[in-house]
């Protein structure tokens, strides 16, 4: 096991510089600049602008510069806020976005491996349309449709729920960016694991265990639920991307103070610090939830981790 992790983690290293490159590139050829405005500075202060910021230097110098960086765990500035760097904005709201994102991911897998347990023991049956109904309504409405919704219904309407901020952490403040971000993904779980187990409960090892007058509730647990998770377990990585990624519109959305409300402001104002120290954190996230993912995976089969 430990051998297979070691051969994941080195294979992440040229993913990783592969799209900091790209990163990198695409952002400093993109049309505009950090300093342009409606008003435009003098020359001389754009001069030493570009001097403090190394941007008076060739590309290909400015992106070794950078590396160099990264590599030491340096992040760079924020062109648009100075009296922070861009390491100090997203440790500032890291603790908000992983609160949401994780609260969100760990609610979407209760939620989807149970509703796809129950569609696959209730097959074709009214508690299986029920639950393909709502979860066909969870992945069909994009977050940005649902969570004006939500916040008429419950924080307007029915005054339930307040309907954005933060509230010092209070669970009330969460639920509904919680619930938001989590729906669609907890469908997607469902189905994999409705399907998944439906194949799985089939098998001949089930039969037997029937056979050998092990109860249902038994039989899933013991013997149909760990083959049967497979398939959710490989989806978990991507899911936990789609999650980071998404909170970026929900924290906007329901006002929240985490990453994403950095990284839209720094977007606005062409803060490359800022956008490429984000893009750059969520490349890292998610490449290590992948790996994780292989861990389990590897751990769950072991024909993988012996290939």
């Known amino acids: 096991m430990i051998k297979y992790a070691f051969r994941r983690l080195l294979s992440t290293i040229p993913v990783l510089w592969i799209a900091i490159t790209l990163s990198f590139f695409v952002l400093r050829l993109a049309p505009g600049g950090p300093f342009d405005g409606e008003r435009p500075l003098p020359p001389v202060i754009m001069q030493n602008l570009a001097a403090h910021y190394n941007l008076d230097k060739p590309l290909i110098q400015q992106y070794l510069i950078y590396l160099g960086n990264v590599l030491v765990g340096d992040l760079g500035p924020s062109f648009a806020n100075q009296d922070f760097t861009v390491t100090q904005q997203i440790m500032g709201g890291l603790p908000y976005t992983f609160t949401i994102g994780g609260s969100a991911f760990i609610l979407a897998i209760l939620i989807g491996i149970t509703a796809g347990c129950l569609g696959a023991l209730y097959q074709n049956k009214a508690p299986d349309y029920l639950i393909g109904l709502i979860v066909l309504t969870g992945l069909v409405l994009p977050n940005f449709l649902v969570a004006p919704i939500l916040q008429l219904i419950f924080g307007i309407q029915l005054d339930w729920l307040p309907v954005g901020g933060w509230g010092n952490g209070s669970i009330k403040y969460l639920i ?19 399907g998944s187990m439906i194949e799985v409960m089939n098998q001949n090892f089930i039969r037997t265990a029937k056979a050998k007058g092990i109860g249902p509730r038994l039989t899933v647990i013991r013997h149909a639920l760990k083959p049967a998770l497979m398939p959710v377990v490989s989806y978990l990585g991507p899911a936990a991307s789609y999650l980071l990624t998404g909170s970026l519109v929900v924290e906007s959305i329901f006002g929240l103070p985490g990453i994403g409300r950095y990284f839209i402001t720094a977007a606005l104002n062409r803060d490359y610090g800022m956008v490429l120290g ?25 024909k993988v981790r012996n290939r």
């Open 176 to 194: 509904l960016p919680v619930v938001v971000l989590a729906l669609p993904h907890a469908g997607r779980i469902s189905r994999i694991m409705r």
């Open 278 to 302: 984000t893009v750059i954190f969520y490349m890292v996230l998610i490449v290590f939830l992948n790996l994780l993912v292989d861990i389990a995976y590897a751990w769950l089969d072991p």
